[in-house]
């Protein structure tokens, strides 16, 4: 796997009611529910970017960005079948680049910072 592909593990907590939930909507969609989460998050986070700056998403467009034609494409590109992992990883293209890009600027900022006592990024005073 090169550099930007590399995959990490990722936890979070939820109501045992919301996991069930979840975890029968993966089944319906025979996903796992690893490919749930990370679809959901995805979509969810193109949700909140256009929404701050563009409003809602026109009904011809759901996603606002053209994904459609972005599966096809990379699907027409391709000689052979294309798993969802794989898939899901061409359609997302550079994101995991552009979130490095933003942490180290809101670092250099100082309005977030790393917390290795909070496991995470955490939002510091300078604002």
């Known amino acids: 796997m090169s550099e930007g592909t590399e995959r990490t593990e990722v ?3 939820v109501p045992k009611a919301q996991k069930a939930e979840w975890k029968a909507h993966a089944e319906r969609l025979e996903m796992s529910q690893s490919e749930f989460v990370r679809s959901m998050v ?3 986070r193109r949700g909140f970017e256009l929404g701050e700056a563009e409003g809602r998403s026109p009904p011809t467009d759901p996603g606002g960005d ?3 034609e972005r599966v096809l494409t990379t699907l027409e590109s391709t000689p052979e079948a ?3 992992e794989a898939l899901l990883e061409a359609v997302s293209g550079d994101f995991e680049d ?3 890009e933003a942490l180290d600027s809101l670092q250099r900022e100082d ?3 790393y917390s290795g006592r909070h496991g995470g990024y955490v939002v510091t005073d300078g604002r």
């Open 111 to 113: 309005r977030i910072r």
């Open 98 to 100: 552009r979130l490095d």
């Open 66 to 68: 053209g994904l459609e």
């Open 42 to 44: 995805q979509a969810g």
């Open 11 to 13: 936890s979070t907590y």
């Open 82 to 84: 294309l798993s969802w």
